[in-house]
C-alpha cells in the first residue's frame, strides 16, 4: 500500500498532464499517418480499430520509458518522441517511393550502397513538418514554461506506462490474432504487420528477426560446404539421355495452382468434371502428368512452393524463407539461365511485399516483378488476395508479350485459395453438399481456375508462345486442412486416416514440353525435384549445384519423398509421426525399409537446412555460374500513377 502511495503522490498533476499530452499527440499523429500515408487495405472494422488503438502501446512504452531518467525525464520523453517521429517519417518517405516500410536488412544494405540523398529529397514536403509538430509543440510548452516539470522521486514509476502498454499490446495482439491466425509465425507481409501492430512493434519485431537470422550464419565458413558438396554429389541422379537438352533455348513457364489438390483430377461432381481442361491435358499424352507428386511446403504455404521450383531447396521448418532468409546468396533458376541469354519475370495479382517477394526475387535474379500495380485492381475483378484468375491471365498476356526471348517466368494464381468463395457470376458450376462450406466451394473456385487456364492456353497458342514454351503447372499446397476432414471422408467415400492424409498431400504436376512426347508418369517425386528435371530439359547440367532435389525422369531418380515436417512418402511405404504404413493396406508395420529411408529424409532436410540457415551457397561457386548482385534488382512500378 505504501509503495502505491509513493507511485500515485510523487508525481504532480502538472507533470501528468504534459505525459498524456505528449502520449495523445504521438498516438494521433501516428494514425494519421496510417491514414493518409500508408495503403493497408483495411478490409473490416476490427482492423480499423485495430489500426487506431496500436500506436497507443508503443507510446506508453516508448515514452514511459523517460521516467527511468528520474530528473530530465521530460527532455528524455521528447528526445525519444523525436527518435520515434524520425522513424515515422523516414518509413512515410520510404513508402512514397517503394510502397513499402522500411526493414532492418534494407537500412543496413544502405549503408553498404551509400543511400540515394537524392531522389529521398524530391520525395519529401514542406508539409511533412506535421511528423515533427508534436516534437516542437512539446519543446514549446517547457521552453515557454507552459509545463515546469519536477523531477520524479523513484524509477519504479515508470513501471506504469510499461503495464499499460503491455496490456494494450496484449488485447491488440489478441484481437490481430483472432483475426489474422498465426499472424507472428507465418508473418506473411509487412503490410499485415504494420497494419495489426503498428510499424514501431514491426521495427522491433523485424529487428529480432533479422538478429537470429544473422547469428545463424555468423558462426558458418566455407568448411561447412565440402561435407555437403560430397553428399549431394554421391546422390545426384544423372539426366536422362533421352530428354536431356530437348528443350534447350525454350521459354520456360511456371503456373503455380492455387490450393489445387490432386484428388479433384478426373473427379466428378454430379457427374461433371470438376477441372476438364487439366484432365485433358493428364489424358493426352503430349503432356507429363505426374500422379504421385507431393506437396512440401511448410508454413510459407505459396512463397515456399516457389521458393523450391526456383532453387531446389527445402523450405524452413519453420516460418518462411521468403521472409526469414531473403539476404542470402541463391543459386536460383533465373540466376543461372540469365547467363545462358534468359530474361526473367513472375506475375502474380497481389502486391510486391506479401511474403516479401520484392525483396526474395533479387536473390533469385528475376529481371522483372509484374505485381498488383500492373493490372486492373478494380473491385469486380479482385477477391480474397488479389486479382481473380481470369483478368490476371488476361492482362498478362501483353506483359509476357512484352518479354524478351528466350524467358522464364511465372504466373502465380490466387483465385483457388481458402476459404475458395466465388462472387456471383464468376461461376456456374454447383457447389459441393458436403456439410462444410469450405469444401462446398473448392469445387466451384478449383472449376473457374480450370477455365482460366484453357482460354490462357488458347491465348498462348494464339500469340505463339505455346510452340517453343515449356510450360509447367503445379499445385502449390493442401487446399482442404484436417479441419475439414469429415467433410473429405464424404467426398473421397473413405476414412481419413493419418496414412489417408498423408496421401492427400498429393498435388498435380503437369510438364508440356513442346516436341516431346509425354505421359502419366507414376513416379513418387515432389515439388523439390522439379527445379532440376527442368533445367536438365533446357540442357543445363546441374551436377555442380548445391540443390538437394533431383531430376524426376532421370533413370537414377529414388523415390522417396521428405514431407517438410519429417513425415515421407515412397512407392511402397508412408511415415506418419514417425509410424510406419503399408501403402497397399494401410496398416501400420514394422519395416526395416521405413527406417533406412526415415534416415534418408532426415539427412536430405538437414542439409537443406544448413544450406539455407548457415547461407552456405556463398562460399560455394559453382562451375559455369555467373553470380547476379540483387542490389541490381529493384521492382517499382514506373508506369503505376
Ligand atoms: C498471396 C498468395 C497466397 O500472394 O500467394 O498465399 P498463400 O496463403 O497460399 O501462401
Ligand atoms: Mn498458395
Known amino acids: 500500500m505504501n509503495k502505491l502511495k509513493k507511485f500515485s503522490f510523487n508525481i504532480d498533476s502538472k507533470s501528468v498532464q504534459f505525459f498524456l499530452i505528449a502520449i495523445v499527440l504521438f498516438w494521433l499523429k501516428t494514425y494519421v499517418a496510417y491514414r493518409i500515408e500508408f495503403n493497408l487495405g483495411i478490409d473490416n472494422s476490427v482492423q480499423k480499430f485495430l489500426l487506431f488503438i496500436n500506436p497507443l502501446s508503443s507510446a506508453f512504452l516508448f515514452l514511459g520509458a523517460a521516467l527511468v ?148 550464419r555468423t558462426f558458418a565458413s566455407s568448411d561447412d560446404v565440402t561435407e555437403i558438396e560430397n553428399n549431394l554429389k554421391a546422390n545426384f541422379a544423372k539426366p536422362n539421355a533421352d530428354y536431356f537438352g530437348q528443350a534447350k533455348g525454350m521459354n520456360v513457364m511456371y ?97 510486391k511485399t506479401f511474403w516479401n517477394r520484392n525483396e526474395i526475387y533479387k536473390a533469385f535474379g528475376y529481371d522483372q516483378f509484374f505485381d498488383a500495380t500492373y493490372y486492373n485492381m478494380t473491385p469486380e475483378n479482385v477477391k480474397n488476395y488479389g486479382l481473380k484468375d481470369k483478368p490476371f491471365l488476361e492482362e498478362s498476356m501483353p506483359l509476357l508479350e512484352s518479354l524478351p526471348q528466350p524467358f522464364y517466368s511465372k504466373m502465380i494464381l490466387l483465385s483457388n485459395h481458402f476459404p475458395f468463395a466465388m462472387d456471383e457470376g464468376d461461376t456456374d458450376f454447383p457447389a459441393g453438399d458436403f456439410g462444410d462450406k469450405v469444401v462446398n466451394q473448392y469445387f466451384q473456385s478449383a472449376n473457374y481456375m480450370d477455365q ?107 523415390e522417396v519423398v521428405p514431407f517438410r515436417n519429417g513425415d515421407f512418402v515412397t512407392p511402397e511405404v508412408t511415415q506418419v509421426n514417425g509410424v510406419c504404413y503399408d501403402n497397399e493396406t494401410g496398416e501400420e508395420i514394422e519395416d526395416q525399409q521405413c527406417s533406412s529411408d526415415d534416415q534418408v529424409v532426415k539427412e536430405k532436410l538437414e542439409i537443406s537446412d544448413r544450406i539455407v540457415t548457415k547461407d552456405l551457397l556463398r562460399f560455394y561457386q559453382p562451375e559455369g555460374y555467373v553470380p547476379i548482385d540483387p542490389n541490381d534488382y529493384q521492382y517499382t512500378n514506373g508506369t503505376k500513377e
Open 452 to 558: 482460366a487456364l484453357e482460354e490462357f492456353f488458347h491465348n498462348l497458342k494464339e500469340a505463339g508462345l505455346y510452340d517453343n514454351t515449356i510450360i509447367v503447372m503445379y499445385g502449390d499446397h493442401y487446399g482442404i486442412s484436417e479441419n475439414h476432414n469429415s467433410a473429405m471422408e464424404r467426398v473421397t467415400g473413405e476414412e481419413i486416416t493419418p496414412f489417408k492424409n498423408a496421401q492427400l498431400q498429393r498435388v498435380p504436376l503437369f510438364i508440356h514440353v513442346p516436341g516431346v512426347k509425354g505421359g502419366v508418369v507414376h513416379k513418387y517425386s515432389g515439388e523439390v525435384d522439379v527445379q532440376p528435371t527442368i533445367l536438365h530439359l533446357l540442357g543445363v547440367d546441374t551436377r555442380n549445384y548445391l540443390h538437394v532435389g533431383n531430376d524426376i525422369l532421370s533413370p537414377e531418380y529414388k
Open 255 to 351: 503456373i503455380s495452382l492455387e490450393s489445387l489438390q490432386t484428388f479433384l483430377i478426373d473427379y466428378k461432381l454430379d457427374g461433371q468434371e470438376v477441372t476438364p481442361f487439366l484432365n485433358s491435358l493428364a489424358h493426352d499424352g503430349k503432356t507429363f502428368y505426374f500422379d504421385n507428386f507431393f506437396h512440401q511446403t511448410g508454413q510459407g504455404k505459396t512463397s515456399d512452393a516457389e521458393f523450391m521450383m526456383d532453387n531446389s531447396l527445402f523450405p524452413l521448418s519453420q516460418g518462411s524463407v521468403f521472409i526469414n532468409k531473403a539476404q542470402n546468396t541463391y543459386h536460383a533458376a533465373p540466376a543461372i539461365l540469365k547467363s545462358r541469354g534468359y530474361t526473367s519475370a513472375a506475375f502474380h495479382g497481389n502486391y
Open 69 to 216: 531518467f528520474k530528473k530530465h525525464w521530460g527532455a528524455v520523453l521528447i528526445g525519444i518522441q523525436f527518435v520515434l517521429s524520425f522513424l515515422l517519417y523516414a518509413n512515410v518517405v520510404y513508402y512514397r517511393f517503394f510502397d513499402d516500410f522500411i526493414t532492418w536488412p534494407t537500412i543496413l544494405q544502405l549503408k553498404v550502397n551509400g543511400g540515394q540523398t537524392d531522389s529521398a529529397l524530391s520525395l519529401m514536403t514542406p508539409y511533412d513538418i506535421f511528423y515533427f509538430t508534436d516534437t516542437i509543440l512539446l519543446v514549446l510548452l517547457l521552453a515557454l514554461k507552459v509545463y515546469q516539470l519536477k523531477s520524479v522521486s523513484t524509477r519504479k514509476i515508470a513501471l506504469i506506462p510499461m503495464v499499460v502498454a503491455v496490456g494494450i499490446f496484449l488485447f491488440n495482439l489478441s484481437l490481430a490474432e483472432a483475426d489474422r491466425p498465426e499472424l507472428l509465425t507465418r508473418s506473411f507481409d509487412r503490410n499485415y504487420l504494420v497494419k495489426y501492430l503498428g510499424t514501431y512493434n514491426f521495427t522491433i519485431y523485424d529487428a529480432v528477426q533479422t538478429a537470429r537470422s544473422s547469428m545463424q
